[in-house]
């Protein structure tokens, strides 16, 4: 069974001589899931309309993490895209990242990129202009010093193979302000982190450096205040090639209650291209002599991506009904917005 399927999928990314991505594009491939994927566009298009102003909650899944954790990093692998890294940009607002995999696009063709933001407003871009177009929706929304704001931008990739998945990207939390920024930014990147991640409706995945302590660690104490015990906590370990020792034992006795789970991950380094960096994250984990001792369960971008699709496609299914009676429930003006659904 397995050996024709990997043969078609080869023979989809022929432009591909490494085997090693192709298993990863596999891995992601397989996991598509097209029974959620209507729903994934229904629960979109309500967060389009804004309901969530009316007081409605969407399931979606929020990524946090310190400042430097890797949050864009990890975005960047999942989307197999080079997005905006360091400081300034993309962290000053919200930043909802829709993923749709584009089966019908030629292998290896450019990624179609679309920032939607403001009211209505609606850029085309590309893979190497996104970072600009990012920084100017940015400085429209937020202003063009160092200033947040939890009005969001919206980044949708579509592109062959990669998972169907739509995730929110916040500020990095930092103690300190750095030059520039106001003096209260911790209370307000606080409050907008809480502002997404206290809704029962929402799965936190928590970003963390393997080369931190995880409990001392600002997003695992707020992620704690609102999932005390994780049950909607997903965590995903960044920069394991940089502190490969006692990854392992960190991981399995989970002293900071992650209730869905760990992913090891290694992201891009320097000027690697996405296939490198995937290439380079299975050999570590298969060859090192620590880092292979981790479950291959818990390791890997293509694990990563599996694992948030289905628990998206959970916590979708549990929370539509619920969604749509309440929409239901609404005096007329805002249940005509049901027929758009
Ligand atoms: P953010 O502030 O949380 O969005 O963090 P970034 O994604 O900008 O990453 C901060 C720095 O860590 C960047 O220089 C990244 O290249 C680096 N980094 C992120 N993930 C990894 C990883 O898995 N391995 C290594 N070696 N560096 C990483
Ligand atoms: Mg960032």
Redesign the pocket.
């Known amino acids: 069974m397995g050996k024709p399927k990997a043969k078609r999928l080869k023979a989809a990314h022929h432009e591909s001589s490494d085997a090693t991505s192709d298993v990863a594009a596999s891995a992601i491939a397989d996991s598509y899931n097209e029974q959620i994927r209507p729903l994934l566009d229904a629960v979109d298009r309500l967060r389009h309309l804004k309901v969530t102003q009316e007081g409605i909650q969407l399931p979606t899944i929020v990524v946090v993490?310190?400042?430097?954790?890797?949050?864009?990093?990890?975005?960047?692998?999942l989307a197999g895209i080079s997005?905006?890294?360091?400081?300034g940009i993309?962290?000053r607002v919200p930043l909802v990242m829709r993923l749709k995999d584009d089966p019908s696009a030629a292998a290896g063709s450019q990624p179609m990129l679309q920032l939607e933001y403001g009211r209505g407003r609606v850029v085309a871009t590309s893979e190497r202009k996104v970072a600009d177009a990012i920084d100017e929706a940015t400085a429209e929304i937020a202003g063009s010093g160092k200033g947040i704001s939890d009005a969001p931008i919206t980044l949708v990739v579509r592109k062959r193979g990669v998972p169907d998945l739509t995730l929110v990207?916040l500020p990095?939390i930092t103690r300190v302000p750095v030059k520039g920024q106001p003096d209260n930014i911790y209370d307000q990147v606080s409050k907008i982190i809480m502002e997404y991640i206290a809704p029962k409706e929402s799965i936190i995945l928590n970003?963390l450096?393997?080369t931190v302590d995880f409990p001392t660690c600002e997003s695992i104490r707020m992620s704690q205040k609102v999932d005390r015990n994780g049950e909607r906590t997903l965590a995903v370990v960044?920069?394991?090639?940089?502190a490969p020792e006692g990854l392992l034992d960190k991981v399995t006795m989970d002293d900071v209650n992650i209730g869905l789970g760990y992913v090891c991950?290694?992201?891009?380094?320097?000027d690697e291209t996405y296939d490198q960096a995937r290439a380079e994250?299975e050999r570590l984990f298969r060859d090192h002599p620590l880092l292979s001792k981790i479950d291959k369960s818990m390791v890997g971008i293509p694990v990563l991506a599996q694992r948030l699709m289905q628990i998206q496609g959970a916590i979708i299914a549990k929370c539509l009904p619920d969604i749509v009676k309440q929409i239901n429930d609404r005096p007329a003006p805002s249940s005509s917005r049901c027929h758009r659904i």
């Open positions: 993490g310190d400042q430097s954790s890797g949050k864009s990093s990890v975005l960047e692998s997005l905006p890294r360091g400081q993309c962290t990207d990095g970003v450096s393997a960044t920069k394991s090639d940089k991950v290694r992201n891009r380094v320097g994250e």
